[in-house]
């Protein structure tokens, strides 16, 4: 049995528009906070979907969104008060406190270890799932049982820092590219 074709050149187009459409939904879906969790699972979902070919339909990720949400608020809301938690002690204490700059780089690794479980659950994430177990799931595969991908997706946040501090309006499309590397992570051998 010989291996699969790679695949054409329009198709690996499609799936980077693919990339660019999600990061775009992703970011617009994200912007209330509350909705953080459920957009990026629902982004992760609608990458999937495209690889599975199945419908990527701006009607599709409103549902898959509609079908993540629940019961991921408080999560969504703990998770961006923990990064701007963990951005005021960064600013403050790197300026004002001797020693900051060391709390500084902890509080930068802390944040990046909590973006890295956030995409791993937002990858993982399937309709029915509860977000507490989908959460202690991905802290697991973080931490224990798959932490290649984890610097994987470390390496992929580092490519969104570096491309946004050269040219900003890259974000949204980035965050897509950032969701994919989540999904090809969770779904590697």
């Known amino acids: 049995m010989s291996p699969p074709a790679p695949p054409a050149r329009g198709q690996r187009f499609a799936l980077f528009g693919e990339c660019l459409l999600t990061g775009l939904l992703v970011t617009l879906a994200a912007v209330p906070v509350v909705t953080l969790l459920a957009a990026l699972a629902a982004g992760a979902a609608q990458i999937s979907a495209h690889v599975d070919g199945e419908s990527t339909a701006l009607r599709a990720f409103a549902g898959r969104l509609r079908s993540a949400y629940p019961g991921s608020a408080g999560w969504s809301l703990g998770a961006a008060g923990a990064f701007a938690l963990l951005a005021l002690d960064a600013a403050v204490l790197r300026t004002r406190v001797p020693g900051g700059g060391l709390v500084a780089v902890v509080s930068g690794l802390t944040a990046v270890g909590l973006a890295v479980l956030l995409l791993r659950a937002g990858a993982l994430w399937r309709p029915g799932d509860r977000w507490p177990d989908l959460l202690r799931r991905a802290a697991h595969r973080t931490v224990v049982a798959d932490r290649s991908g984890s610097l994987l997706l470390v390496l ?26 989540a999904v090809a992570t969770e779904r590697r051998p």
């Not at 992929?156 to 590397?181: D, K």
Request: glycine residues 8%.
């Open 156 to 181: 992929a946040l580092g490519l969104l820092a570096l491309v946004t501090w050269q040219l900003l309006p890259l974000l949204v499309p980035m965050i897509g590219c950032v969701v994919m590397a």
